[in-house]
C-alpha cells in the first residue's frame, strides 16, 4: 500500500533509542511496527518492548520425548529382534536401557534445540531485507512502518532524540 | 588547606582505579568498532610462521594418513597390540582426547548458568577445542576398528546378515555418546557464532564474505532474535552438562564394567570425569596463552582470566588427587595377588618411571598453581599446564595399558610397545588438532564479540567507603 512508509533511524544510545520508542508509541505506531536492530543483546525490556512468545521450550520438549521413545525402541524392542545372549544378563537389563535411552534423549534435545531456534527465527534467510551495517559497529538501527500521513510527526519525534541517517531502509542481501 | 586541595590525592586516587578496572573489564573505553576491528586484523594477517607451522603441521597429518594407510593394508599386526594387550596407545589417546574435550563445557556451559564473566574472551577457544578434540577422539574406534570399511556395521540398520548393535555393550553407548557430544559441543560453538559470523559478514569482502553471509545464516541482530538466540543457548547449556558427564563416565565404564584387575572400580567414572576436566582445563589455558601470543590478543585474554583459569586448574587439580588416592587405597588394601603385583610394576617395576612422571606431572603444578604470579604469568602457565597434560597422557596409559599386561592368568602376562604404525597416527591427531585450531583461529573471529560487548553493558562502578569498585547489574 502506497500509504505505508517505511523508515530507518540510527542512535548511537540506547537511551535515546528507547525514549523515541516510548514517544512512536505515545503518538500511535503500535508495537508490531517497530523493530530494533542492535549488535548486542540488551536487557529484557531495555529498549522498551515486549518480548514474544517462544515455542522453543516445547519444541524441545517434543524432541525428548521422541528421543527417548526412540532410545527406548533400540533399547528395549531391538534386543528382541535379533537375540544376543550375553554373560548371564537379560535380554533387556535396566543399566543399558537406561543409558542408552538417556542418551538418546539428550541428542534429541540438542538437534530439536538448535532446529527449533532456527525455525523461530525463521533461518536461514538470506534474500534482501532492511538491515544497515552500521549496527554491528555500535549503533541501534530503529525500523519502523507508519502511515505516511505521520511522516512529519515521526520525523521530529526522531530528531528531538539524536536519531541519525533518518531515510529508507536499504534491504541488503544478506 | 582549602577543601579542594584535601580531595586532590583522593581525586587522583580514584580516577587511578578507574583507569585500572575500564581496562580490566575489557576495553569499556574503546567504541564497538575499534573491539570488532582488534578481533578481525589479527584473523587477516598470516606471516610467513603461520604457513610454515601449517607446512608442519600438515607433513604430520599426511604421514599419519600413510601410516593408516599401511595399517589398513597389512592389517592389525603392524601395531605393538597383541595378547594381552588388545587396547594399546590408540585407546590411551582415546581417552586423552575425549577427557581434553572435557574443558569446552566446563566453561561455557558451566560458567555461563553460574554468570560467572570472566569466561567471556575464552568460551569459543574452549569450545572449539571441545569439537576438534572430539573430532580426534572419534577417529580412534575407527581406526581401532582396523577394517575400518566396516564402520557402518555399527549403525541400527535392518540387514539381510541378521546383525544388530549390541546396545548391552558399553563400546555402543560409547560410540552414541560421543557422537551425541560432538553433535552437541558442535552446535553450540555454531549457535553462539552467528552474531560474530553477522559482524565479520559487514566487515569484510571476498571469499570471507561469502563464508560469513553463509554461516550468519541472514542475522539481524533484532530483539526478538536475541531473545530466541539467548534462550537457545540457555537450554544448551543445561543440557549439555548431563551429557558432558555422561561421555566421560561411558568412556570409564568401557574399562570398569569388565572384570579386568584396576578397571573394575565405581570410581573410576567420577574419576575419569575430573581426570578429563583437569586435563581438559590445562590444555586449553596452554591454547590461550599461545593463541595470545601469535595473534596479539592480549587487550582480551588478560591475566585475570589466567589466573581465574588456573585456580580452577588448581581445584581439578587436588579434586584429581582425591579420587586417584581413594580408588589407590582400596586396592592397595584389599592386597588382591593380581592386583598388588600391578602396583608393584608400577611402583617399582617396569613401569615405575611412567608412574613417577604421571605423579610428578600431575601434582606439582598444583603446588606450582597455588602461587598467582605463576597464574598470571602466560610463560609460566604454559609450561605448567603443558606438564600437566603430560602427566594425564601418562596417566591414560598406565590405566589403559599398564594394567592389561597383568591380569587373573598369569600364563596369560605379556607387555607392550608401539611400533611406529601407531606413533604416527597418534602424532596425526595431535598434528590435527593443532592443525583444525590454527586455522579455525584464522577463519572463525577467536574472541567472542558479542559476549564481550553484553558484559561491558552489565558492569557500572560504585563508591564502598574509599574505593571505587565495579559491580555488575543483574541482567538477562
Request: glycine share 8%; proline share 6%; aromatic share 14%.
Amino acid at each position: 500500500m502506497n500509504n505505508i512508509v517505511s523508515l530507518m533511524a540510527l542512535f548511537y544510545e540506547s537511551t535515546d533509542t528507547a525514549e523515541a520508542i516510548d514517544e512512536l508509541h505515545n503518538i500511535g505506531i503500535p508495537d508490531d511496527n517497530v523493530v530494533v536492530l542492535t549488535g548486542v543483546p540488551y536487557p529484557k525490556g531495555a529498549l522498551g518492548r515486549q518480548l514474544e512468545w517462544l515455542a522453543l521450550p516445547y519444541i524441545v520438549l517434543a524432541g525428548a520425548l521422541t528421543g527417548m521413545l526412540f532410545g527406548l525402541f533400540l533399547a528395549v524392542i531391538t534386543p528382541h529382534l535379533y537375540r544376543l545372549d550375553i554373560g548371564g544378563h537379560p535380554q533387556v537389563g535396566f543399566p543399558p536401557a537406561a543409558v542408552i535411552i538417556f542418551v538418546f534423549t539428550m541428542m534429541a534435545i540438542i538437534v530439536s534445540t538448535f532446529l527449533g531456534v532456527l525455525w523461530e527465527m525463521n533461518f536461514p534467510r538470506y534474500g534482501p531485507a532492511p538491515y544497515h551495517k552500521l549496527v554491528t559497529d555500535g549503533y541501534l538501527a530503529l525500523l519502523l512502518e507508519y502511515p505516511a500521513t505521520m511522516d512529519v510527526q515521526v520525523h521530529q519525534t526522531l530528531e528531538s532524540h539524536n536519531a541519525l541517517h533518518i531515510g529508507e531502509p536499504e534491504r541488503m542481501a544478506l | 588547606m582549602s577543601e579542594a586541595t584535601t580531595n586532590q590525592p583522593q581525586q587522583e586516587a580514584h580516577s587511578d582505579q578507574i583507569s585500572e578496572y575500564d581496562e580490566r573489564l575489557l576495553l569499556a573505553e574503546r567504541k564497538d568498532w575499534e573491539i570488532n576491528q582488534a578481533v578481525l586484523q589479527p584473523m587477516f594477517k598470516t606471516g610467513p610462521g603461520f604457513w610454515v607451522l601449517v607446512a608442519i603441521l600438515s607433513s604430520v597429518v599426511i604421514w599419519g594418513l600413510y601410516a593408516w594407510g599401511y595399517l589398513i593394508n597389512w592389517g592389525m599386526g603392524t601395531t605393538g597390540k597383541n595378547r594381552p594387550v588388545y587396547w594399546a596407545l590408540f585407546i590411551t589417546t582415546f581417552v586423552f582426547w575425549v577427557g581434553i574435550s572435557h574443558a569446552g563445557t566446563m566453561i561455557s556451559a558451566v560458567l555461563r548458568l553460574l554468570k560467572a564473566d570472566w569466561r567471556r574472551p575464552i568460551t569459543r577457544g574452549a569450545e572449539a577445542m571441545t569439537a576438534f578434540a572430539l573430532m580426534m577422539a572419534g577417529l580412534y574406534p575407527l581406526i581401532h576398528l582396523g577394517r575400518v570399511w566396516k564402520f557402518y556395521w555399527m549403525i541400527p540398520y535392518p540387514n539381510n546378515r541378521y546383525m544388530w548393535p549390541n546396545f548391552q555393550s558399553p563400546l555402543m553407548w560409547d560410540l552414541v555418546a560421543i557422537f551425541t557430544y560432538l553433535i552437541g559441543s558442535t552446535l553450540y560453538l555454531y549457535l553462539a557464532l552467528i552474531p560474530d559470523m553477522a559482524m565479520a559478514r559487514d566487515h569484510t569482502s571476498g571469499w570471507r564474505f561469502k563464508l560469513y553471509r553463509g554461516f550468519a545464516l541472514g542475522w539481524r541482530g533484532t530483539e526478538a532474535e536475541w531473545h530466541k538466540l539467548h534462550r537457545a543457548l540457555g537450554i544448551f547449556s543445561i543440557a549439555i552438562i548431563p551429557i558432558f558427564l555422561s561421555v566421560h563416565s561411558i568412556v570409564s565404564w568401557d574399562f570398569a564394567v569388565t572384570i579386568q584387575p584396576r578397571w573394575h572400580s565405581t570410581i573410576f567414572a567420577p574419576y575419569f570425569v575430573i581426570g578429563a576436566v583437569y586435563s581438559g582445563l590445562a590444555a586449553l589455558a596452554s591454547i590461550l596463552v599461545i593463541v595470545r601470543r601469535s595473534m596479539r590478543l592480549q587487550e582480551f585474554l588478560r591475566a585475570e582470566h589466567f589466573d581465574s583459569l588456573g585456580k580452577l586448574v588448581l581445584v581439578a587439580g587436588m579434586a584429581w588427587v582425591y579420587f586417584w588416592f581413594a580408588g589407590f587405597i582400596v586396592e592397595w588394601y584389599g592386597n588382591e595377588p593380581v592386583v598388588r603385583e600391578l602396583i608393584r610394576e608400577e611402583v617399582s617395576g617396569r613401569m615405575a618411571p611412567l608412574f613417577y612422571l604421571q605423579m610428578g606431572a600431575n601434582t606439582i603444578p598444583i603446588a606450582l598453581l597455588v602461587f598467582k604470579r605463576i597464574r598470571t604469568s602466560p610463560g609460566l602457565l604454559l609450561a605448567t599446564t603443558l606438564l600437566i597434560n603430560i602427566g594425564m597422557f601418562t596417566e591414560r596409559a598406565l590405566i589403559v595399558i599398564g594394567s592389561l599386561q597383568r591380569n587373573d592368568l598369569p600364563f596369560n602376562w605379556g607387555n607392550y610397545s608401539p611400533t611406529w604404525v601407531e606413533i604416527s597416527i597418534v602424532a596425526m591427531t595431535f598434528a590435527g588438532f593443532a592443525l583444525l585450531y590454527t586455522i579455525f583461529s584464522r577463519i572463525i573471529p577467536f574472541v567472542p564479540v558479542w559476549e564481550i560487548k553484553e558484559g561491558r553493558l552489565r558492569y557500572t562502578m560504585r563508591r564502598i567507603g574509599r574505593l571505587l569498585v565495579p559491580t555488575a547489574a543483574e541482567i538477562e
